[in-house]
């Protein structure tokens, strides 16, 4: 019996759809909150209530398991630890993110902390970081790119946009997550960066954004420094499109070598301008765009 965490978030979804149709004789227990939406899933699995941030829900949760694949949030991975330790489990399956290799991102120091916590803790691991995740309206950043492209013709470039991206389709960090599980000989104590199929600079992001619109999209270019100056009014002024932080990070080049994944876990990623498309027809079918 594994025990899954945040199969109600993006990765999640996918990863349920995955595992009905790769793994459907592996028994699972999915930890959800009392609050989360399940409607979405057939009924017939076994779901436990409780709290990540409550370090008893979180042993109670674990309860005969033999292994835990925890998706999300990343900052309680230390209580996944401790209920690993009280109920004797060896076995733990963790998604971080490539955001630890950022000079940048503010909680890369603590993701950072999360792994050699995970490595000293003696329990058997395998460690997979995606890159920028997107699939659906629970990403936190193509869909809103989408929806604003989709209302205005004219969008904004923070400095020249050459800063290279590598996002990762939720789907291919799903099929990844299945066949980590399916070889969990080969995994342990093994680490994974999975991304897109090829980086991409920013500017190149939106122009296929638009194209998957089929939208002409005018792109201003806001200079470096002015943008820098913007993030900082930004961080003063809460926001979900801007922050000093987020203008440093989209001028950082982020790509990584996957080549680790492809040749053990036949990881094969589809193309940025693929991924787009679902998710633009995703969202245009649930009437969000």
Not at 92 to 105: A, D, L, R
Not at 155 to 169: E, F, Q, R
Request: glycine letters at 6%; charged letters at 25%.
């Amino acid at each position: 019996m594994i025990l899954i965490t945040g199969i109600t978030g993006l990765t999640g979804k996918f990863l349920y759809r995955e595992l009905k149709t790769k793994l459907p004789t592996q028994k699972i227990k999915y930890l959800v909150r009392e609050t989360s939406d399940v409607s979405w899933m057939d009924g017939n699995d076994e779901l436990v209530t409780g709290d990540l941030y409550e370090q008893e829900d979180v042993t109670s949760a674990l309860q005969g398991c033999d292994s835990v694949l925890h998706l999300a949030p990343r900052s309680v991975l230390p209580h996944v630890i401790k209920g690993c330790e009280l109920n004797k489990i060896h076995r733990i399956f963790y998604v971080n993110s490539t955001g630890i290799y950022s000079q940048f991102k503010s909680s890369s120091h603590a993701d950072k902390k999360n792994e050699v916590l995970l490595k000293e803790s003696g329990l058997t691991y395998t460690i997979v970081r995606p890159t920028m995740i997107y699939g659906n309206e629970q990403d936190g950043n193509m869909h809103m790119l989408i929806k604003i492209m989709k209302r205005t013709p004219l969008y904004p470039v923070l400095g020249k946009g050459h800063g290279l991206m590598h996002p990762i389709y939720a789907q291919d960090l799903a099929k990844c997550l299945v066949e980590v599980l399916r070889k969990e000989k080969i995994t342990r104590n093994k680490e994974y960066n999975v991304a897109g199929f090829e980086p991409l600079r920013y500017r190149d992001i939106l122009t296929k954004i638009a194209s998957a619109l089929d939208k002409k999209v005018r792109f201003i270019h806001i200079p470096y420094g002015l943008a820098l100056f913007a993030g900082k009014i930004g961080d003063k002024i809460p926001n979900p499109l801007i922050t000093h932080e987020k203008v440093l990070r989209l001028n950082e080049d982020k790509h990584f070598d996957y080549s680790l994944a492809k040749d053990e876990l036949n990881f094969s990623p589809i193309s940025f301008e693929e991924g787009i498309r679902l998710e633009v027809e995703e969202l245009r079918k649930n009437n969000i765009i």
